[in-house]
């Protein structure tokens, strides 16, 4: 029996997960990659690894509330992924578990938990007070990696139920590194005029040996990306975040804050992201980036 389940699929999420054993006692791990098992277990009292051909949702949803049957666990923790998300909505709805997303913190009160979560979109945080059972999402960068426990935790494999419907899944197109696991982003926005101009950006990313995004309305709007950086997109934490005419409207900044260092380069000396960025350059990007190529070129002497 344990008290808590969380689920991942990324063995940094696991790791990162594996803290709340401190809050909330005994914790087994539900994961779908048997590859990140053995490394899981020594953080996890138990491992679960759930088969499945594709990741359909309802269908790992039941392996998981069998699961919650079997070890009796009123917690339920998932990252705030579009994975995580929908399963801890489905598993919610089932177990008659409270709901709490977007957590950023968790701390305990007697027999309560309180949840600091995000809200507004990101532009205030509020304290929730629960009892279990209740699922929660935790937000990227939340929590720090656990240490291991003593001794390694049992895996055990299970065969998700047949899915009911059939699911089809098509990879992204990777273009060299993913901006979550970059040292650099470089962020562009709509001071971008046209799609061939993200050229620049690319290059300067890759001279850079980073990745490139850029904010939800050139991925969403205008279909120049198939991702975008932000609350809504991905929650980066690079050592370099530059953003190219991006104005630092909460809902993109909330993506970044992870960032060690913010360099941002837009033409309004008034733009809400100076107030968050480390450096500014006010300039038109169209000539800044090219300065800023032409200098790295040059000193790697191409
Ligand atoms: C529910 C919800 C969720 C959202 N989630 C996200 C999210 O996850 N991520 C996200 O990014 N957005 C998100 N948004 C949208 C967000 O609110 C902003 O609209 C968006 O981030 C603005 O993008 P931007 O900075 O590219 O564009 P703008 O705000 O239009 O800024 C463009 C900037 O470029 C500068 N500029 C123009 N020309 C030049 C030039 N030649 N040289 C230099 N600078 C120039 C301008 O001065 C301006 O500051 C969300 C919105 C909603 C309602």
Not at 40 to 47: E, G, P, Q, R
Request: with cysteine; glycine share 10%; aromatic share 6%.
């Amino acid at each position: 029996m344990v008290s808590a389940l969380a689920y991942a699929e990324e063995i940094s999420w696991a790791k990162q997960l594996a803290s709340l054993s401190k809050l909330f006692g005994d914790i087994a791990l539900v994961t779908p990659l048997s590859d990140n098992a053995e490394e899981a277990s020594k953080y996890y009292k138990k491992v679960y690894v759930v088969k499945t051909k594709t990741f359909e949702p309802i269908s790992v949803g039941k392996a998981i509330e069998n699961i919650v049957s079997k070890e009796g666990a009123k917690i339920l923790i998932f990252p705030c992924t579009n994975k995580g998300r929908m399963l801890a909505g489905i598993l919610s709805g089932k177990l008659g578990a409270i709901p709490v997303t977007d957590v950023i913190n968790v701390s305990s009160s007697g027999e309560k938990f309180i949840m600091t979560k995000l809200t507004f979109g990101g532009n205030a945080k509020v304290d929730v007070e629960v009892e279990p059972p209740f699922t929660l999402c935790i937000s990227a960068g939340a929590l720090k990696e656990a240490e291991t426990r003593g001794e390694a935790g049992e895996i055990e494999e299970l065969e998700a139920p047949e899915p009911q419907i059939e699911v089809s899944f098509e990879p992204r197109k990777a273009e060299g590194v993913s901006p979550e696991k970059a040292e650099v982003v470089v962020g562009a926005g709509r001071g971008i005029k046209k799609k061939e101009d993200l050229d620049m950006i690319k290059e300067l990313a890759k001279l850079l040996g980073g990745a490139w995004s850029v904010t939800r309305p050139l991925a969403a709007d205008y279909g120049w990306a198939d991702s975008w950086i932000g609350i809504s997109g991905l929650m980066i934490s690079p050592k370099l975040y530059i953003a190219v005419g991006i104005s630092g409207q909460p809902h993109h900044m909330m993506g970044v804050r992870g960032s060690k260092v913010i360099v941002a380069i837009n033409n309004d000396e008034s733009a809400p992201i100076f107030e968050e960025s480390d450096y500014g350059v006010v300039g038109d990007l169209y000539k800044v980036v090219p300065v800023l190529i032409k200098k790295l070129k040059e000193r790697r002497g191409r």
